[in-house]
């Protein structure tokens, strides 16, 4: 199963910093993953990083994907050193079975100023989320970023954004009904927004996959796998979500049961 990680603090850090520089950064954990419970051995379908840019108000989203190894992209090992930004995503991908390569499949995906990521499967799909995705407009579905579980997810979630729904809420209706229509499912969601303020909004959920998440005075770091062997690391039980509101915010770790 993927990998993916956020970072949400006070001051702009390079990407870089999360994303490929630590001992096991994402970057590490696209080859050599320590913890992927029975999915999948290595994360190689491709990568993507998702980031606020704090220059504009509110603050856009930009990304970057490719559906390639991270480790074979040298512009992008270099550009991780040089991006900004105080709130980014970062993902690699393990392509589910039946499901395409293609730079669209890539997590994460944004929309003006949200980012969100995907780590996991919905069982049963298509099929079992045929009932769901009939509530998305033609246009939308008509323009998925990929034929995939997590493009349906994510336009879910949009949808419900885009009505003017709290971004935990969001999150958590449609994890609590993609569980209902396809048990087993595993919906490690993440997503990042920001409000006209430019205060960001975090929220990442553990629905049978590994993740843990790091508070310090650079921030809030939520990651699949440890990014390193700081005793800092707490892992997030599973069926819980991490809610972080607001740059300088610490952590609340809530049950989703
Ligand atoms: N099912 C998703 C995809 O194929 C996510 C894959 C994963 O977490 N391994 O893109």
Redesign the pocket.
Do not use: F, L, P
């Given at each position: 199963?993927?990998r993916h990680l956020a970072h949400v603090g006070p001051h702009p850090v390079t990407l870089a910093s999360r994303v490929t520089e630590p001992a096991h950064s994402l970057l590490v954990q696209a080859y050599a993953p320590a913890d992927m419970r029975g999915?999948?051995t290595v994360?190689a379908?491709g990568f993507g990083v998702g980031w606020l840019a704090p220059s504009t108000h509110p603050p856009r989203a930009h990304s970057y994907r490719a559906p390639v190894p991270m480790w074979t992209d040298a512009s992008f090992l270099d550009l991780a050193t040089a991006v900004e930004s105080p709130a980014f995503v970062g993902a690699v991908?393990?392509?589910?079975v039946g499901?395409p390569v293609s730079v669209g499949?890539?997590?994460p995906f944004r929309d003006g100023t949200r980012i969100f990521s995907?780590?996991?499967?919905?069982r049963g799909?298509p099929g079992s989320l045929a009932d769901l995705a009939a509530e998305l407009d033609t246009e939308t579905l008509m323009t998925l970023d990929?034929p995939?579980?997590?493009a349906v997810l994510w336009a879910l979630v949009r949808r419900h954004l885009d009505a003017g729904k709290d971004p935990v809420d969001a999150v958590l209706d449609v994890v609590a009904r993609t569980l209902a229509a396809a048990p087993g499912s595993?919906l490690?969601l993440l997503l990042l927004t920001t409000d006209d303020a430019g205060e960001p909004t975090l929220v990442a959920t553990a629905v049978d996959h590994a993740l843990a998440y790091r508070a310090g005075p650079d921030g809030v770091t939520v990651a699949s796998e440890p990014l390193d062997d700081d005793a800092a690391w707490t892992a997030v039980p599973d069926l819980s979500a991490v809610v972080v509101r607001g740059a300088r915010a610490t952590p609340e770790v809530g049950s989703l049961t």
């Open positions: 199963m993927c999915g999948g994360n379908d991908r393990s392509a589910t499901m499949a890539c997590a995907h780590n996991g499967v919905v799909w990929a995939t579980d997590s595993r490690n």
